[in-house]
């Protein structure tokens, strides 16, 4: 078990959260298990934690356009570059229960070009990595090239701002040394016979 | 003048705008003159809009710790790191406005090494460009140097975290080759007389 | 399941091996209950085979100074470092089972920096990933810094020819595209009771 | 106002200049209305001083080929490259003078790609940053495609020349701390009217 | 003549090897009239020693398929990019000699784009140069493109292998400090008639 | 031999040039046996050949401070590092003449860090490799380090300047392609006896 802090600044009790955040995380946790540890690092700052969830739910939440195991691809693409402890745990995690693939998450860490991907994902995360590390270098030929692999315009900003978003998240998570859970690292990693 | 258009996405009209969203942008119309085109931008998604509205001025408009200058600041050095047009443009403008001082965005945005800046304000942005170039490196030793020069723990959290949500800012703005309005530009370049 | 093929070169049958690796890979197999990809792409070239193997048994099965989980640690953070598929999914699982940890193995891939280190094992992947990424700047302070943590001479050698060693195997898993076997990603995530 | 010194290297007085350097900076006194201080800096070395007034006259105010505002837009570009606090600044308003734009310099320094150009430009100023950055690259691709543009095979030597001239005014200016006179940063940002 | 040590490491007396070893140094000082110092340097590990030997003749001396010159193409443009004092000094002797020209080693070693080289080998080290560099980018349009120079499978594997092999070779030479022998400097610079 | 052209550009007659070149190339022709093939490169353009060879001199053969062999060492350090393949033969071949030492040029472009030099002389080329690769980041204690060293405030001035100049003259040799005169590679490798 790791026993590191959980954060680099102070993590705030429940009991002295504003209702509403308290009142979210006791529902996270009746869910899940456990309260992921992002989130009580993030609480230090009730009215950032508002906005955070807020984005972080408006493009990972997103019913319409790309699945929800495509935008965790970008997450975890991302997040390696930048190498992030917590949101590349957190998330690969996320991403094998979602795409219901054990594999999927570490091969997209360690090198998406060796990933088990379509052309029109391995797209995808090319896009994603631009935005991650050369977004000023973006043109229309990145537009068009996503256009021809069925990408709509919608789904284009959604690829780059989630790519965008875990440019924030990855460096809060890093400047504050958040420990991800020990839940984290195991789970989806048995696929679940589904007979 | 330059006539590009505003943004690679679609550009709302404020008519079609959610009430919210069209009011503010008429209020900062009022006030200002003109409405900052990464508003129209940005308004493509209006939830979107309203977390990252509601996340900037938690970290740019805080009354306590660190100055507005110093916060723009921060935003002038990572933004131009990154390559981010709209922003050293429009952040540099808000800069030599708060700081009063006609110099500093420019020379924060080409090389805040040869700046005109305190060891303080030195050391401060040193620190927001490790956040926004290689954060998974920041450690122990990077706090301590910044406690030594007077930084709490509150501002060294606002310093990184104006960094890492510039970090998307400016990423979103390079995705969307958002414009930066002409008027930007020459604003706050002569020192008004003080008397 | 990854149906990807194990290797971009053709991949002999145990049938047309030599007889010595013939022999060595079956007896693998019974141990561990599979053959590794890694031996099948490298016995396309049965000469190449023998002294990678034999390189290898010298450095990551010696018995004396380093333990066999501290070697397998230099392996797993310089292959990150290179993006090498294969070795991060097959070296992790060896890591979590010789260092009886299941997080450590992801810790170390992503950000050794973040890791549950001591400041010796610290120190161990600060050098690996130095003679990984930038050997030629490699200098007498380097040396002096791992005698203060209690690195032999003789371990230096093998901290260095470990890393060194991988930056070889590195390469040649990712120009032939070796595919991990499935096996391996799940190894050791499970910590053993132990009573 | 800036009080920091000129140079980091003593600042010779008009006085005991050589007498044709003297007349010459009377002479840029008298024209611009203050002597730009890289000529100060310069000045402590008579000898490299003249070169160097030489060289830069030769390539900059050439009367054939490239217009003089092209020549300024390839110093913006590649001194905002080297991080070069002088010639930024200093060319920057030179630019916006003999584009009679007052928007090209900042868009060019920040990032060419975003800038208001035709490609023709945009062409000469992907050559003259492989110049800056990579000139170990150049091959006869980038030669017929600046052709494509209309480039004579005078004007390819040029924009290559003044990038080489400024990777060396550029490091001269960073070493000697060279400041900008305050003036320049406002220079040429309001349109004159054209009637 | 250069006193500094031949290694970092203790290098042992001829005496003190087993016999296989002092035997082949042996006749290698015979045949060549001194003992290249990176043998003397790996003796320090005898076992390390048997598989490098055995693994750099495999690749070296290898009768079929590129020629023995190509191969030190090959050693001398990746030992460069690792910045090798050893590897470029002594491969690059040897590469004068195998090739028959006094010029193409320092050529490969300073820009082998600028080097005097057929399309076909200029391809040949691109490729290496990618194994050494980016290796986790390779792909098939690689494979395509050296076919294309007429490449058979058997050669990519050992421009690859010895790219790869080199890796490990210079950073070995580098961690150990290896110094080459004054003799390597000047041999083959002079081109033998050939009546 | 090498046959490619000597430039990208045309190479003008002797008979075509202005007298004052033409007989500077005969005089150098004249005392070394040939003419440097940078020269006629360079005297596509009279005006910048003329003030190139002003500041060169100025730069090279000047007798106070550093000695000429120390000026060689700056330029073959800062070649390398920008790979330029006619600098690094040709002053190559002028360092091993000027410090009658046939090792020290190769090892210098191979890995400063591995030549035998003095600290003195290592610091000499840290500082040149800083103006070189990124002189903005140059601050006071760089100067104090040199100054420690035994180093003026003219020679620190002569260091960089050397540096920054041939920042110049690399990006111009590697756009022309210029050819180093196959004489320069044998040059200086033989000790001569000093009787």
Redesign the interface.
Same mark, same amino acid.
């Given at each position: 078990m790791?026993d590191?802090p959980i954060s680099?600044?102070?993590v705030p009790d429940l009991a002295d959260l504003p209702d509403d955040i308290a009142d979210m995380l006791r529902g996270v946790q009746e869910k899940v298990g456990f309260i992921p540890n992002i989130f009580l690092t993030y609480a230090?700052?009730p009215?950032?934690f508002?906005?955070?969830i807020?984005?972080h739910d408006?493009?990972l939440e997103k019913q319409e356009g790309l699945t929800k195991a495509e935008r965790e691809m970008i997450v975890v693409a991302t997040s390696?570059a930048?190498? *992030?402890?917590y949101c590349?745990?957190a998330h690969g995690a996320i991403l094998r229960i979602r795409a219901k693939d054990?594999?999927i998450a570490?091969?997209i860490?360690?090198?998406h070009?060796?990933?088990?991907l379509s052309p029109r994902h391995m797209a995808m995360l090319d896009y994603a990595l631009k935005? *991650?590390k050369a977004?000023?270098?973006?043109?229309e030929e990145d537009?068009k090239g996503l256009a021809e692999h069925g990408f709509s315009?919608d789904d284009i900003?959604d690829i780059?701002?989630i790519?965008?978003?875990f440019?924030?998240?990855?460096?809060?998570a890093?400047?504050t040394?958040a420990?991800p859970n020990?839940e984290f690292?195991?789970m989806g990693?048995?696929i679940q016979t589904r007979d």
């Open positions: 790791d590191h680099r600044f102070p230090y700052r009215v950032e508002r906005a955070f807020a984005y408006a493009l390696s930048n190498h *992030c402890h590349v745990i054990p594999l570490d091969q860490a360690i090198n070009n060796r990933a088990n935005v *991650c977004s000023e270098t973006i043109d537009f315009q900003w780059g701002a790519a965008a978003f440019a924030m998240g990855n460096r809060i890093n400047m040394a420990r020990d690292y195991g990693r048995v």
